[in-house]
């Protein structure tokens, strides 16, 4: 079990280089929130990204993600000895998130990939952004999935109902989400879930 929560936070961190590789260009951050309304801005802010970056992204992702996978799915077996139901929960959410999350980063890197590939051309950002927009359910499955594994973990450690202390309830996803989500760090989630399995791997 610790093998399989140290593997799980070298994953998490892994995912969180693959993100900054979206989300970052030789130049720096991506103010992607102000390209996508902008196409002008749009293009601007893609000419300097490289080819190469989207594709190792997804190549690395999908490995990062099969490597926390295995944490998720062994607490959701730890999980096993407390409470049966609270194990069922977390394993199917789990499966949720692990299977709409790889699709979903997959997607992610395609779409950077197909902008860049086209030229940044009008053409290429409507291309892009529509192929996002009609897969974005995998988005939307997926954190939903992981929501309710975390929560489910969070409720059973508060509520005393395992052998962790009541306090190590802030190794979650869910409190460190809200304490990271007041920074400007890159990668938020893979940040969380990194320090989350670091935690229970001193812990459990």
């Not at 890159?186 to 320090?195: C, D, L, T, Y």
């Amino acid at each position: 079990m610790k093998m399989v929560l140290l593997i799980a936070c070298a994953g998490h961190v892994l995912c969180g280089i693959c993100d900054c590789l979206l989300g970052y260009s030789p130049s720096g951050r991506l103010d992607l929130k102000s390209a996508l309304k902008d196409p002008v801005k749009m293009r601007t802010t893609f000419e300097d990204m490289p080819l190469k970056w989207p594709l190792i992204s997804i190549i690395l992702g999908v490995y990062a993600i099969t490597a926390f996978g295995f944490g998720y799915l062994g607490l959701s077996r730890w999980m096993e000895d407390y409470s049966k139901i609270a194990s069922v929960i977390m394993y199917i959410s789990a499966v949720f998130f692990l299977i709409s999350i790889v699709v979903h980063h997959i997607i992610c890197g395609l779409v950077e990939w197909l902008y860049v590939r086209m030229g940044r051309t009008d053409e290429a950002r409507t291309v892009a952004l529509e192929f996002q927009m009609k897969t974005i359910a995998t988005m939307f499955v997926g954190y939903l999935g992981l929501v309710i594994y975390v929560i489910t973990l969070f409720v059973m450690v508060v509520m005393g109902r395992t052998t962790l202390p009541v306090w190590t309830c802030i190794f979650n996803t869910l409190p460190l989400m809200l304490l990271l989500s007041i920074t400007k760090l890159p990668a938020k989630g893979n940040i969380a879930g990194a320090i989350m399995y670091l935690g229970l791997f001193i812990f459990l």
